[in-house]
């Protein structure tokens, strides 16, 4: 199994930049000027946590990919049912 930092380092800031962007972007709790609420936040490092749990599986690019629409499409929830029952081994 290869290790997602060192893939991840060989990996140009280009590649990055856009997936960071959609990940912030995804997270829709502001407050009126602009700034991430305490939920927002909360949101995000769990979003993050779920996505880099996801990537150090040894599981086929399939279920990842499952894995990682749920997580995408239901932002709170996915994070929470991936934590609970993606049945990971770390």
Not at 44 to 53: F, G, K, P, Q
Not at 54 to 82: A, C, E, M, R
């Amino acid at each position: 199994m290869r290790n997602p930092s060192s893939i991840v380092s060989r990996l140009s800031p280009t590649v990055l930049l856009p997936a960071l962007l959609l990940s912030l972007s995804s997270c829709s709790r502001y407050n009126n000027n602009g700034s991430l609420s305490i939920a927002g936040v909360i949101y995000l490092i769990l979003a993050i946590y779920a996505l880099i749990s996801l990537l150090k599986q040894d599981w086929s690019l399939g279920k990842k990919l499952i894995w990682g629409i749920i997580i995408w499409f239901f932002p709170i929830g996915g994070s929470i049912i991936y934590l609970l029952f993606s049945g990971r081994s770390n």
